[in-house]
């Protein structure tokens, strides 16, 4: 993926020492930070790359330039995976000017202590800047994922240099078995999942454009028609909370194995009724951002936990916490609580959903007492019946 078009060139790198990528993100095949450059009249890079990596990206530009100096150094996004480097680029080129939004320059100010004002343009939405045969233009795209963040169109190439929007998990000097959509709707979900309306808008500027590229800040560079065409319509299914799969995901967590037989039991009778999917998590032991992952996937979520200190199973207050946090909505969602002497999951777990919009909690609520029983069966019987109605 060297190259982008004639003149436009990948110089980003990939990240396999990363142990958890945003201190929090499991990241299996490694993680990607992709930068650009375009070789023009003048010469321009976009973006750096993630602290660890600064020499390696200088060497990567300067294969391309050799000596010559680079002209510009566009900043979309101040997050450090992706600015970290920016103080080094600037002593590397000491005639570059710094491209960025004025947020991002009081961003740059507060980590580096320099918001370069003697070598700066500072861009807002609509302004253009030109390398020769290049003109781009800059696109505002607060909240995806900062509220700093531009993203740039080039006009000649008709590529679209995305920032954030478009990314995905994993390297890209290796192949992902599971294509672009498992890892992208996961980093979606996870780093942007709150953002939806910042996104649709994002969405609705992108339309009135002729995109044949899509240069993201991390994962594969989308460049046909299919592509990118797959890519927007689950971006806006995504951005707009629809239901992206029918089925059902199941999240739980399970002390001593009675809770997990009851949610093994409900996904027996959902398939059984032609359910054509059921997702389970383990919350204490699958990967938490996959179960989020799968709850926006999914119109209907059924949560299951044990009552703890009058409370829920930690994992469960974890995992819900964090649905809340990106607006979960728009889903069927039904409960069921374990509890040795005094049940009381089901009433906290619903209640964390208080400020939610446009949940329908079903009627059926399932307790077990300790184990599964004759009544409590029944009771996922008619859960499932419920959980799937239209
Ligand atoms: Fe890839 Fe929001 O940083």
Redesign the pocket.
Known sequence: MKEISGDIKYVGVNDHDIDLFEGQYVVPRGMAYNSYLVKDEKTLVFDTVDARFGEEWLANIKSEVGDAQVDYLVVQ?M?P??SANVELFAERYPNATIVASAQAFVMMKNFFGTDFSDRRIVVKEGDTLSTGRHVFTFVAAPMV??PEVVVTYDAADKVLFSA?GF?KFGANDVVDPEGWDCEARRYYIG?VGKYGPQTQALLKKAAGLDIRTICP??GPVLSTPEEIAHAVAQYDTWSSYSVESPGVCIAYTSVYGHTKAAVAKLKEMLLAKGCPKVAVSDLARDDQPEAVEDAFRYGRLVLATTTYNMDIFPWMRHFIDHLVERNYQNRRVGLIENGSWAPNAAKVMKGMFEKSKGLTFCDTVVTIKSALGAESEAKLAQLADEILKD
């Open positions: 996004h997050e995976d992706h994922h900062w954030d990314g780093i800040l991390h």
